[in-house]
């Protein structure tokens, strides 16, 4: 088995918002879009034969083969960070981008029970410390996962008292990987995969990654949470991408590349050339699909008419014909288990994004500087628009400049709006002392053809000023209805505010100079945003703006975080799912970030603690008064693993209760009296 990159994908994940989330739609139902009466063919066209879907993807596989063999030139891209958010009622579940779709994760909770899957790795073990500082109690110890086997934990919660009991457990196979879970109404979903949990940068781009790797789907019935049972399961050949809930399905994002038994993927010698060649041209439409399994029987998913490829003649269509690989959706009800819709591109993808009514992927097309006239380097985005009612039918084509940078946080820069895909790019230009570009693009279906036509641009003629500062790459974005904030740097943080209102003459509406940057924003009503990111010195910053007049937005203040330490880092920067918010209690707004501290020096030698800090956001309903104020923190103390902790953190609040989750150990505190924590559980 190939082993995949161990990192997070950069899939542009489907903006999603719970409650806490902060609402990209603004409330506002999209309208209606009129039916194509007269339709012009769009750059995708659907598969008409086997024999045109073979000769895409023998094509695809003597291009790369080709282009293998020849030294690589590495393109200059946005220094991008890691990355990889909710709640509802009294209680907090999976942050997420965008009202009614959700997102897999690892740690899940319905108001009664948490859901842990164990960590990434394949194998599962771990060691007490030694000494009285990181033992943990006989008590804690009973409800620690044991090294007797991979499972998916269930524990009971007790609010009022910040109580854990585990209940029952969901064994795994040795093989797999939990890449993430769902839970709706006593059923849940599991996504597992016998990769490594995704991959990253150009191996994204190796058509051997998605070789020889599968995915599966368990739905289990946890009704009953001390006795979960199976009650369907499927696997399909490739690696996984990424996922999203919307209703009762979940949409599964699949790549698969056809495993040809003695292809030699790196070769300039002709006789081997010609053997690839021969082992290409003959593979069959069997060789080439996806096989599926449901409930442990083969089943026909696809057949070569539900692909789409490029229509060359079309006038969007790039120069490089043809792909190895396929990017297979799969739409599963997980209500009524089985899988209802599937569909098929086999064209370069770089990554996805799902509104709740359409699921768009995106093509990177990337032209190289010519060295000998000096012509300067070209990126291309193409974006293809499946609908998610129309049962994943085609719905058009549209190509803007730039790239989608921002790493896990690159599905912020896309957004669909009343109908419009509103959209913000970077561009690498390499030019001295202005290297970068950003702009903003909303595309609109055209009533008449399978096209998604830019119908506005910032900047444009108009009002031609550059979005940030010469030098300034692009960090956080955030859309919220009618607007969109951006955070640029290089020396200082400058915050955009754009006036989107009307969609055809986009504006900049205001600007804030503060020290420092944010990567992560996130809403707070109407009139409040919070950013998480970096002071001038590195440390984890958070800063709140009064953001209601949108020509003069301003600071209400900001807390740097752990300027006792060396250094200091949060995942929530970069991993929307470790931030944690819960609205309206007690007349204040909580919420939860984890910090990882980190010290050395003389005498100290070197030591790393983790902690859940604590804040609170008061005064929300006046944004002159409001504050940002720090409450305390839980630590992971006594961590299984010793100093070095965990590297995947999450929480859960439930009224007064919180649930810090560090890797699968959870540890527990009320938030009055945030020291007085037990755990590990």
């Known amino acids: 088995m190939k082993m995949l990159w161990c990192f997070s994908v950069f899939f542009m994940g489907l903006l999603v918002t719970g409650c806490g989330g902060g609402g990209s739609n603004g409330g506002v139902t999209p309208p209606v879009i009129p039916p194509v009466t007269v339709e012009t063919p769009g750059l995708l066209v659907a598969v008409s034969s086997d024999s045109q879907l073979l000769e895409s993807i023998r094509t695809g596989f003597k291009t790369k083969l080709a282009e293998n063999a020849q030294p690589r030139a590495l393109a200059a891209t946005s220094a991008d960070a890691e990355s990889s958010s909710g709640g509802g009622g009294s209680y907090t579940t999976t942050y997420t981008l965008e009202a009614s779709v959700d997102e897999h994760d690892y740690v899940k909770y319905d108001g009664n029970h948490l859901y842990i899957a164990p960590t990434r790795g394949l194998a599962c073990c771990f060691i007490l410390e030694d000494d009285a500082e990181s033992t943990a109690s006989a008590d804690e110890a009973s409800t620690l996962p044991s090294d007797d086997g991979r499972s998916i934990r269930i524990l009971a919660t007790n609010p009022d008292t910040a109580g854990v009991t585990v209940t029952g457990s969901i064994p795994l196979d040795d093989d797999r990987t939990v890449e ?48 979960p049972t199976k009650s369907w399961d499927m696997e399909v050949e490739g690696g996984f991408v ?96 089985g899988i209802v819709r ?42 293809h628009r499946f609908s998610i009612s129309a049962g994943l039918d085609y719905g058009g084509s549209g190509k803007i400049d730039g790239y989608l940078s921002g790493g896990n946080n690159a599905d912020f820069r896309l957004n669909e709006f009343q109908g419009d895909l509103r959209v913000v790019t970077t561009k690498w230009t390499g030019a001295e002392g202005d290297r970068w570009d950003h702009q903003l693009f909303v595309l609109r279906k055209s009533p008449t053809a399978l096209e998604l036509e830019t119908v506005a641009t910032l900047p444009n003629a108009t009002y031609p000023d550059s979005i940030g500062k010469p030098d300034e790459d692009l960090y956080g974005v955030r859309f919220l209805g009618t607007k969109v904030y951006l955070v640029t740097f290089e020396r200082i943080d400058p915050l955009y505010v754009l006036d989107l209102t009307d969609a055809l003459d986009p504006q900049f509406s205001g600007e804030l100079e503060v020290t420092g940057f944010s990567d992560f924003l996130h809403p707070i009503g109407d009139d409040l945003l919070l950013g998480l990111g970096a002071d001038q010195d590195g440390f984890v910053k958070l800063e709140l703006f009064n953001v209601a007049a949108v020509d003069a937005p301003y600071s209400l203040g900001s807390l740097s975080l752990g300027e006792d330490a060396n250094w200091s880092y949060s995942q929530a920067r970069y991993d929307r799912h ?36 604590l804040f609170e956001i008061r005064d929300k309903d006046d944004p002159t008064t409001s504050s940002l104020n720090a409450v305390g923190y839980l630590s992971a103390l006594n961590h299984p693993n010793g100093r070095w902790g965990g590297s995947r953190v999450r929480s859960v609040l439930h009224d007064d209760a919180i649930y810090y989750v560090n890797d699968e150990f959870v540890w527990t505190a009320l938030w009055n009296d945030p020291f007085n924590q037990t755990g590990p559980h």
Do not use: M
């Not at 994204?204 to 009953?224: A, K, P, R």
């Not at 591109?345 to 500087?369: C, H």
């Open 180 to 227: 993430g879970l769902y839970i709706d109404d006593g059923q849940l979903a599991t996504i597992n995969s016998t990769g490594w949990w995704g991959i990253w940068g150009r191996a994204f781009e190796e058509f051997s990654t998605w070789e020889l790797q599968h995915v599966g789907v368990e739905i289990h019935d946890v009704s009953d949470p001390g006795s």
């Open 242 to 337: 990424n996922s999203r809930k919307v209703g009762d399905l979940i949409y599964l994002v699949v790549r698969h590349t056809p495993d040809i038994p003695g292809l030699i993927n790196y070769t300039d010698n002709e006789d081997e050339i010609a053997e690839n060649d021969a082992l290409i041209d003959a593979l069959t439409i069997d060789d080439v699909l996806p096989k599926v399994t449901v409930n442990g029987v083969d089943v026909v998913l696809l057949d070569a008419e539900d692909c789409f490829v490029t229509d060359p003649n079309h006038e969007l269509a790039p120069e490089e014909r043809g792909y190895p690989t396929l990017t297979v959706i799969l739409a599963v009800n997980v209500v009524d288990p």
């Open 342 to 383: 599937a569909a098929c591109y086999n064209e370069s993808t770089d990554g996805l994004y799902v509104s709740p009514n359409a699921i768009y992927l995106s093509q990177a097309e990337y032209i190289a500087a010519d060295d000998v006239t000096g012509t300067a380097t070209e990126y291309k985005t193409l974006l």
């Open 578 to 613: 470790a931030f944690t918010y819960l609205g309206d209690v007690a007349d204040v707004d909580r919420f939860t970030i984890p910090l990882t501290l980190t010290y050395w020096g003389d005498g100290l030698g070197y030591r790393r603690e983790q902690q859940l800090r």
